[in-house]
């Protein structure tokens, strides 16, 4: 994992700015790249800086925390800071790591980026097997870090902020985002079919229509990703008459 993990701010209201910036100060593996008032800036601060992670408040003048999270194609992992529990719900479908309420308490604020720092060193982990050559990655699910062969996955599922790796033996759950998992994928051996589904290549047994099966289970291929999956699995595998 990297010495720092770089972090903004986006907060509205200055004191509680300020006070996020403190905490932040008493955190050794934080490093603060920047503290902004509104969105756009944010999202500004966010194309020109490598971001780790981001401290977001909801309620902003023009465009919405959430709002903002939904114009994002590849957010920073994002805690929610806020004074409106009401958002809880439709913030965690935006795969928000965690939410909290102000006035921010600091053993919550101290759990809420320990989370985070243990969500990017695993991220971490898995990629560094993959820049050695490795055929595993390590998953959390709970309290354990799984060790998962990619040989043994057959398909991972995303329900809403978490996601289940389904294996020839197991199913293991983690709090994770579809796109965070399929990054540290082989991608000569996994495709992204929809939204919410990975499927190993090497299990595929036929496609129909536009339906590919493994075994038992059928898995339908979304409209906007049916062409890329097609010519993806059958370019240099499709046998033709000659």
Same mark, same amino acid.
């Given at each position: 994992?990297?010495?720092?993990?770089?972090c903004? %701010?986006?907060d509205?209201?200055?004191?509680?700015q300020? =006070?996020?910036?403190?905490? $932040?100060?008493?955190?050794?593996y934080?490093?603060?790249? =920047?503290?902004?008032d509104?969105? $756009? /800036?944010a999202?500004?601060?966010?194309?020109?800086?490598k971001?780790?992670?981001?401290f977001?408040?909801?309620?902003?003048?023009g /465009?919405?925390g959430?709002q903002?999270?939904?114009n994002?194609?590849?957010?920073?992992?994002t805690?929610?800071?806020? +004074?409106?529990?009401?958002?809880a719900?439709?913030s965690?479908?935006?795969s928000?790591l965690?939410?909290? %309420?102000?006035? !921010?308490?600091?053993d919550?604020?101290?759990?809420? $980026?320990?989370?985070?720092?243990?969500y @990017?060193?695993l991220?971490?982990? +898995?990629?560094?097997?993959?820049?050695?050559g490795n055929?595993?990655?390590?998953?959390?699910?709970?309290?354990?870090?799984?060790k998962?062969?990619?040989?043994?996955?057959?398909?991972?599922?995303?329900?809403?902020n978490? !996601? !289940?790796i389904?294996?020839?033996? &197991? &199913?293991?759950?983690?709090?994770?985002? %579809?796109?965070s @998992?399929?990054?540290?994928l082989?991608?000569?051996?996994?495709i992204? @079919?929809?939204?919410?589904f990975?499927?190993?290549?090497?299990?595929?047994?036929?496609i129909s229509?536009n339906?590919?099966?493994? =075994?038992?289970d059928?898995?339908?291929?979304? &409209?906007?990703?049916r062409?890329? !999956?097609?010519?993806?699995?059958?370019?240099?595998?499709? $046998?033709k008459?000659?």
């Amino acid at each position: 994992m990297p010495t720092k993990i770089n972090c903004i %701010i986006i907060d509205d209201e200055p004191l509680a700015q300020k =006070g996020m910036e403190r905490f $932040v100060s008493e955190i050794p593996y934080l490093n603060l790249a =920047g503290s902004c008032d509104n969105a $756009v /800036m944010a999202m500004e601060m966010l194309s020109e800086k490598k971001i780790d992670l981001m401290f977001l408040d909801i309620k902003m003048p023009g /465009m919405s925390g959430l709002q903002m999270m939904k114009n994002l194609s590849d957010p920073p992992i994002t805690i929610i800071t806020t +004074a409106f529990p009401d958002f809880a719900l439709s913030s965690y479908e935006l795969s928000i790591l965690d939410y909290i %309420i102000k006035p !921010v308490p600091f053993d919550r604020f101290v759990k809420a $980026v320990t989370k985070a720092k243990e969500y @990017i060193e695993l991220l971490d982990k +898995a990629g560094s097997g993959r820049t050695k050559g490795n055929d595993f990655c390590f998953i959390r699910c709970e309290s354990k870090y799984e060790k998962l062969f990619f040989d043994e996955i057959i398909f991972i599922e995303s329900l809403q902020n978490y !996601v !289940v790796i389904h294996t020839q033996t &197991r &199913r293991l759950i983690s709090y994770l985002t %579809i796109k965070s @998992i399929e990054d540290h994928l082989p991608s000569d051996l996994f495709i992204k @079919i929809n939204k919410s589904f990975i499927i190993s290549i090497p299990k595929i047994d036929n496609i129909s229509g536009n339906i590919i099966h493994i =075994g038992s289970d059928s898995f339908s291929m979304g &409209r906007p990703f049916r062409s890329q !999956v097609l010519e993806k699995l059958l370019k240099d595998h499709l $046998v033709k008459r000659t």
